[in-house]
């Protein structure tokens, strides 16, 4: 069984993104879903997913595009 969540801040606040990440890792999280709702927030998820102590999930509304982007981001 792993210990999953999902964060409530958008891309936009990589701070508040990291902020929660790390919060959930000291309670024992193991995988963190992200949503990614358009390709613009590429770069942020990109970047999200370096600096994340927990492994990240894009959640990508239906998107098959979105999908591939996040693969492609590393998730």
Do not use: T
């Not at 949503?35 to 990508?60: V, W, Y």
């Not at 998107?63 to 982007?69: G, H, I, K, Q």
């Amino acid at each position: 069984m792993r210990v999953e969540s999902m964060l409530s801040k958008p891309l936009s606040d990589l701070s508040g993104c990291l902020e929660q990440l790390k919060s959930l890792a000291s309670h024992g999280c193991e995988l963190v879903r992200v949503a990614f709702p358009n390709r613009q927030s590429l770069p942020l998820l990109e970047q999200l997913n370096q600096l994340s102590p927990l492994p990240l999930m894009a959640d990508i509304h239906f998107a098959p595009v979105l999908a591939e982007s996040a693969v492609q981001a590393g998730l």
